[in-house]
C-alpha cells in the first residue's frame, strides 16, 4: 500500500491518504511536545519505538478482543489503520496517582489507586483539552449515549489488559490515554499506545519511561524508550 497525498500532520504523527479510501497510513514523527505544544523537541528514533510498540500492543488487544483500527505495520514508521471518523474524546485510565491527577487532589505521586479512575478530556488544542464529563459529551454532541458506554467498557478492559501485559514485562502501567473513533458503524481504538501517552514506570525501581523524562529534562530518554521498546518488542 502505497501513501498518497498528506490529509493532517499532528505533532507526533502525519496521516496520508492511500488507493483505498477506508484505510490510512500513520506515519510516526520523532518530533516530541509536551504541555499542549508549549515544549518541543526531538526523541531520536522515538517514531520508530512507537511504531513497533503500539503495532505489538495493538495486535496483543485483538488477540484479546478488543477492535482496533491496525491493519498492518508497513515498515518502520508506517502504520497502515482504518480511517477513522475520530470522537473528540480522549479516555484517561489511571492506576496510580501521577501527573494532572496529582495536582488536581493535591497528592503525591505514587499512592496507588484502590480502583482504576477514568476521566474523558475534550480534544481540543485551543482550550487546553479541558476534563469533561459524559453530560458535556452529550450535551455537546460529542459522542452519543451508547458510545460513551462503548468508551467506559473498552476503556477499563483496555487498561485491565494493558496493566497484565505490561506487568509481566516489569513494567507498571500508571496511567493511559485512549483515543476511538467511528469506522463504518463500529467504535475502534485507535491512534497509538506508546510511551509518549502512557506513564510506564519501571515494576521494581518505580524508574520512569515514558514521555516525563522528556516532559521535565529528567535524561536518558532515548535510552529510556529503547528500554520500553526492547521489554515490549523482544518479548512478544
Ligand atoms: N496524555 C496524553 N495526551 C494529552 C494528555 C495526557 O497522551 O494531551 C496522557 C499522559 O501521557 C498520561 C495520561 O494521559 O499518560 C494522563 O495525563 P494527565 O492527565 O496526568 O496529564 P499530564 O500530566 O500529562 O498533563
Partial sequence: MKRLEQLYEG????IY???????????????????????????VDKGVINNHVSTTIFKYLEEKGV???????????EMLVKR?????????????????LAKRMGL???????APILEFYYKDDDLGDPMINEYHIKEFGLATAEEIEILRQQGLLINELLFEFFKQRNIRLVD????FGRHKREVLLGDEISPDGCRLWHWETGEKMDKDRFRFNLGQVEEKYQEVYHLICNKA
Avoid at 84 to 100: D, Q, T, W
Avoid at 176 to 179: D, G, H, N
Wanted: charged share 35%.
Fill in 84 to 100: 477513522l471518523e475520530i470522537i473528540p474524546v480522549e479516555v484517561v485510565l489511571r492506576n496510580v496517582v501521577a501527573g494532572s
Fill in 67 to 77: 477492535r482496533t483500527h491496525l491493519v498492518k505495520e508497513l515498515n518502520d514508521r
Fill in 176 to 179: 493511559i490515554k485512549l483515543e
Fill in 17 to 43: 491518504a492511500t488507493e483505498d479510501p477506508d484505510r490510512v497510513i500513520q506515519y510516526f514523527k520523532d518530533d516530541a511536545s509536551a504541555f499542549n505544544g508549549v515544549k518541543k523537541g526531538t526523541i
Fill in 11 to 14: 505533532k507526533a504523527k502525519i
Fill in 108 to 114: 503525591p505521586e505514587g499512592e496507588k489507586l484502590k
